[in-house]
């Protein structure tokens, strides 16, 4: 984050509740409104980590606004994460 984002501080929050997982990760950078997306990325992007948290039956939400700072959410249920993936013989 401190590399594109150009961040100082980053807090991340992990909180269990009631049959769910939520994840937060927070920066005070400039956002991704101001990020130079002209530059070919190496690494995860956010279509990436979008497709991931849909692989484990979770959502991802993304909130940057424009005096800067990202907040980045995860929340995953434990009980569709936990369910059976239907298997093709």
Do not use: C
């Not at 929340?75 to 994460?81: G, I, M, N």
Request: charged fraction near 25%.
């Amino acid at each position: 984050m401190a590399k594109h984002a150009q961040a100082k501080s980053l807090w991340i929050n992990l909180a269990f509740k009631a049959g769910q997982v939520l994840l937060i990760v927070r920066d005070d950078g400039i956002g991704i409104a101001a990020t130079d997306f002209s530059k070919p990325k190496r690494g995860y992007g956010l279509a990436t980590m979008r497709e991931r948290a849909q692989r484990i039956g979770g959502r991802l939400e993304i909130e940057s606004r424009e005096s800067g700072g990202t907040t980045v959410r995860v929340s995953v249920s434990l009980t569709e994460s936990l369910k059976p993936k239907t298997q093709i013989a």
